[in-house]
């Protein structure tokens, strides 16, 4: 690594740690019950949002209720964006004039960007409208970003309340996370994109003639808005096919150093606002700790993997005893711009994280290397994950944690005194089953699939089921990334991989909303010399290795098959 990569790591490590207390403080304060910032200028508008919803902000709900108006709102996102593309043809702003979108392509891009997931089996400058990307993905950007950030904020309110039958209302959580964070965030964040040369337009394609005297076609669009949001919101679709790898997309290194500040922004701040709710920082900061810890390691790993280059090519050397790696690193699929350890710190973020956006291909890392995003993907999105669904995930395996240690001392397991009972671990248990078995069932369904072998898998043997296991992790985790060598456009692998980003968003919501209304119903308890306290380095320790043990066991017999023994045949 040069002193350039070093200088662009250390400044978003800067950036963050000044940026995340200041936006998780100002988190706590706009979804608290007090008076919060910004109210003279937005509350009118969501007063009138409101009226126009028939929605009483405040009347609070309980959790089936807070979950029935979430599936409802999703709902019908996910109809109006299927129909959308559907319909393109007939509508305005498809300079492009490209056709509507298939059947089964528009249900698959419709549960994807309803999740935050933004899987794209297709390539969007040759196959969305600007007004589908506007007023469809753009739209969705937000929504799901703030359906997960309203999630997080339900879960935090039930751990932190005492005998409370309500978490919240789902309406006005969702509206002020659009109102307060999301938007006035990504309009800056837009303006800066327009400095550094992202286009905003309504253009197609413009033809030009270089200085060669040759042709090149430039796309355009209003992309610099969905830049925003796509990287805020962790969302990461893209507004052309190469996503953050396109010069006009990501021109330099500061759009760079800002994309990877945004992909962990919310994520952390809104550990930050837990911490600020349930009045204990401590708290906050154990659970910040395991993140990092699993931030860095597999970060590390993958950098290390990739700067040390091919070692299929590295055998080609003239000189047998040379112990040189490649020069520059691993650096097929991959923009010189960024080099080997800024793509592959980027494809380790965009994967701890449920952003899923790149700078370069995945598909070429080496297979270590493209072991990283993928085992980053199976930790369940906890490190620090998606907006909202990361803190959320988290506190799941915070939940077993203190069950184990609870069976450890021989005690009903607390936290923050709380007593954590068979109901509750049963829910805990099905968040942790539901996207494994989903993961795992579809992949090893597609696996033997006709039409998966013949048409979908390009590259044979151990590397074809990485893309296939790739795939469907990158689905049932909402992340969205992908190993591009796999064919994703048919039929098949739009409808298997659209129910497993289902499975995936929603499967796990649900029992986050039930263990958040148990939880608020809950009375405290005072601890004891028996309570396992955790708000130390040891618990840190016990849910760092219940996190790893955890997917290491549910997934190491796929890796494997994959990844572990491509590395081991080169």
């Known amino acids: 690594m040069q002193g350039s990569d070093w200088a662009q790591i250390a400044l978003v490590v800067v950036l963050l740690a000044i940026l995340v207390p200041l936006l998780g403080s100002y988190m706590a304060k706009v979804y608290g019950d007090g008076p919060a910032p910004g109210d003279r200028l937005m509350l009118p508008v969501e007063r009138l949002f409101y009226r126009i919803c028939r929605v009483d902000p405040d009347q609070e709900q309980r959790w089936t209720v807070y979950a029935f108006s979430m599936l409802a709102f999703s709902m019908v996102g996910a109809v109006i964006l299927y129909v959308l593309q559907r319909v393109q043809t007939s509508l305005p702003l498809n300079p492009t004039h490209v056709p509507r979108v298939g059947e089964a392509l528009s249900f698959n891009t419709a549960v994807s960007f309803l999740t935050n997931t933004d899987w794209q089996s297709y390539y969007p400058e040759s196959t969305m409208s600007h007004l589908t990307q506007m007023a469809g993905l753009t739209v969705q950007n937000f929504g799901s970003a703030a359906v997960g950030m309203a999630v997080a904020v339900a879960l935090i309110r039930g751990i932190a309340r005492r005998h409370a039958d309500t978490l919240g209302n789902f309406w006005v959580d969702l509206t002020r996370s659009i109102t307060r964070v999301l938007l006035p965030i990504s309009f800056i964040v837009a303006i800066v994109y327009l400095s550094q040369g992202v286009v905003q337009n309504f253009h197609g394609f413009e033809v030009i003639k270089t200085l060669e005297g040759k042709l090149q076609v430039i796309p355009g669009g209003p992309a610099a808005s969905q830049e925003a949001i796509k990287m805020l919101g962790t969302n990461g679709g893209g507004f052309w096919n190469a996503n953050s790898a396109h010069p006009i997309s990501n021109p330099n290194g500061i759009t760079s150093v800002l994309g990877l500040v945004l992909i962990f922004l919310i994520p952390f701040a809104l550990v930050y606002t837990y911490g600020k709710f349930i009045g204990s920082m401590r708290q906050a900061l154990v659970i910040a700790s395991v993140m990092v810890a699993l931030i860095a390691i597999t970060t590390s790993l993958a950098v290390a993997f990739e700067t040390n280059g091919n070692p299929k090519l590295d055998r080609l050397g003239v000189d047998q005893k040379a112990t040189s790696t490649q020069s520059g690193g691993n650096l097929e699929g991959k923009e010189v711009r960024f080099g080997a350890p800024i793509s592959a710190v980027w494809g380790s973020g965009a994967t701890h994280t449920s952003n899923g956006s790149v700078n370069s291909m995945h598909d070429s890392f080496t297979p270590l290397g493209g072991m990283m995003p993928l085992i980053n993907m199976k930790l369940g999105e906890v490190s620090p994950g998606g907006v909202g669904v990361g803190l959320n995930g988290i506190l799941i395996l915070v939940l077993m944690s203190v069950f184990i240690a609870g069976l450890m001392v021989g005690r009903t397991p607390e936290y923050l005194g709380k007593k954590i009972m068979a109901a509750d671990v049963k829910l805990v248990v099905l968040y942790t089953l539901a996207m494994p078995v989903a993961v795992l069932v579809a992949a090893g369904i597609a696996i033997v699939t ?88 040891l618990f840190g320790v016990l849910l760092f290795g219940v996190t790893v043990i955890l997917a290491g066991l549910t997934f190491f017999p796929a890796l494997a098959l994959g990844p572990i023994v491509e590395q081991l045949g080169v």
């Open 450 to 537: 006709p039409t998966v072998l013949n048409v979908s898998i390009w590259n044979p043997g151990p590397h074809g089921f990485t893309e296939v296991l790739y795939a469907f992790t990158s689905a049932g985790n909402n992340n969205g990334s992908a190993f591009a060598g796999i064919t994703a456009n048919t039929q098949w692998m739009n409808t298997a991989l659209g129910l497993t980003i289902l499975v995936g968003r929603f499967f796990l919501i649900i029992p986050i909303l039930a263990i958040a209304g148990r939880a608020a119903r809950k009375e405290s308890v005072a601890p004891s010399a028996g309570t396992f306290p955790t708000d130390t380095p």
